[in-house]
């Protein structure tokens, strides 16, 4: 049973613009949600994160929303760069005894063409 | 970049046999985590600790073991390898259960 799903394996966008990934989440326990970015042949970067209090957090370019009530969180890229191709995974973070055992999505390839 | 090395970066062995992964920090960090990813699943927790001499199971612990003697040393153990174990396994730390997890750049193996 997949409690975290990132329901789109891919996504094309021209420089410049948003991208927007996806994540939907089942289990309602989970209360601290990051993104990753990963390269090939390397691990996954922390880019980002939000805690179930808030319902939005900015970074640069990043910005993430939460919608607890859907089960929803999404990372907005503004502008897209060449250099943000690369797979994306939400994650998600239960409390209590399941601290600190993330939950992870399948991921999401992000290609951002010049 | 956080202070994770893991050892070694490649690996190919026959199965049935014992198979160690270490991964060595120098940050410092209490927690420290054991994942796989194999295609489709994403990173999936095999073992965590919470300090020296401590540890738990994550998500799929079966047929791995792990150990910590040092705060800045986790290793993990195939006992008996087999061809569904071949995957790219990731360390990562933490200083907090609520801080975000860095990750070192994997370990390939492949089990013949």
């Known amino acids: 049973d997949q409690q975290v799903k990132q329901n789109s394996p891919s996504l094309s966008v021209q420089e410049g613009r948003i991208s927007i990934l996806n994540c939907d989440y089942t289990?309602?326990?989970?209360?601290?949600f990051l993104w990753y970015k990963k390269y090939p042949a390397e691990g996954p970067t922390f880019l980002i994160s939000?805690?179930?209090?808030?319902d939005k957090n900015e970074d640069g370019r990043f910005t993430v929303f939460l919608n607890k009530s859907a089960k929803h969180l999404s990372l907005h890229i503004v502008p897209s760069q060449p250099g943000d191709s690369a797979v994306y995974f939400c994650?998600?973070?239960?409390?209590?005894?399941?601290?600190?055992?993330?939950?992870f999505g399948q991921g999401t390839i992000l290609t951002v063409h010049p | 970049d956080a202070g994770i090395t893991q050892s070694p970066r490649h690996k190919v062995t026959e199965t049935g046999t014992p198979v160690t992964l270490r991964c060595h920090q120098t940050?410092?960090?209490?927690?420290m985590y054991w994942y796989r990813q194999d295609p489709g699943h994403g990173l999936r927790l095999i073992h965590y600790?919470?300090?020296?001499?401590?540890?738990d199971k994550g998500e799929v612990s079966d047929g791995y073991s792990v150990s910590r003697s040092k705060t800045e040393d986790f290793l993990l153990t195939l006992e008996s390898a087999t061809s569904s174990q071949t995957s790219v396994y990731f360390c990562?730390?933490?200083?907090?259960?609520?801080?975000?997890?860095?990750f070192g750049d994997g370990t390939r193996l492949s089990i013949l």
């Open positions: 990562a730390i933490s200083d907090g259960l609520a801080q975000p997890q860095h």
């Open positions: 289990n309602s326990m989970f209360d601290y």
């Open positions: 939000i805690s179930s209090i808030k």
């Open positions: 994650a998600a973070n239960a409390g209590g005894t399941s601290y600190g055992k993330l939950t």
């Open positions: 940050e410092n960090h209490r927690y």
């Open positions: 600790s919470y300090g020296v001499k401590d540890t």
